[in-house]
């Protein structure tokens, strides 16, 4: 598996999302990612922290 695609209730973006993203995997993301601002921060700490994040 290369890339997790999200098709879940908002709620759940975020946290799939960082998962995805710490198990090593590309994760790509549309609108909205998240329901609160402080998911979009955690996102994109994730993402630096990882180097994944929308394709490889």
Same mark, same amino acid.
């Given at each position: 598996? $290369? #890339?997790?695609?999200?098709?879940?209730? $908002?709620?759940?973006?975020?946290?799939?999302?960082? $998962?995805?993203?710490?198990?090593?995997?590309?994760?790509?993301?549309?609108?909205? #990612?998240?329901? =609160?601002?402080?998911?979009?921060? =955690?996102?994109?700490?994730?993402?630096?922290?990882?180097?994944?994040?929308?394709?490889?």
């Amino acid at each position: 598996m $290369d #890339v997790v695609t999200l098709a879940t209730p $908002d709620f759940s973006h975020a946290r799939i999302a960082i $998962d995805a993203m710490h198990s090593g995997h590309h994760v790509y993301h549309e609108k909205p #990612v998240g329901i =609160a601002p402080a998911e979009g921060e =955690a996102m994109a700490a994730a993402q630096r922290r990882t180097g994944r994040g929308n394709g490889p």
